[in-house]
């Protein structure tokens, strides 16, 4: 009888954990950003932005693009080996705001096609 009690008590603290850790992923995940609220204020911090690929091309083992949004357009790189993208697609990036040369740019972590 005590294992049965001991069985229940462990399924729901194992199911109001799993509850908690979708809660805190909600609270903590990146909002989206409009490209032309990148500034010089973002440097060094994560943005997560949607927009339409434009001049993509890969050099040696960096892919650089153009992110455009309604709003404006910036320079995205990537380091990931396995990224495949064609300009005209939807994508949404998450990366940290860096300059290059005195331009902002987005150095990608996270790359979903939309």
Do not use: H, P, W
């Not at 204020?41 to 434009?54: F, Y």
Request: aromatic share 4%.
């Amino acid at each position: 009888m005590e294992e049965k009690i001991l069985l229940k008590v462990a399924i729901i603290c194992s199911l109001l954990g799993i509850l908690i850790l979708f809660l805190v992923d909600e609270t903590i995940s990146l909002k989206e950003s409009k490209i032309e609220s990148i500034d010089e204020s973002k440097l060094d911090q994560s943005v997560k932005v949607k927009g339409i690929v434009n001049n993509f091309r890969i050099i040696k083992s960096l892919k650089l693009f153009e992110l455009k949004d309604e709003t404006g357009k910036i320079k995205v790189i990537s380091f990931d080996k396995d990224l495949e993208l064609t300009n005209g697609a939807l994508i949404e990036v998450e990366g940290r705001v860096t300059e290059y040369r005195n331009e902002l740019e987005i150095e990608a972590s996270k790359i979903k096609v939309l």
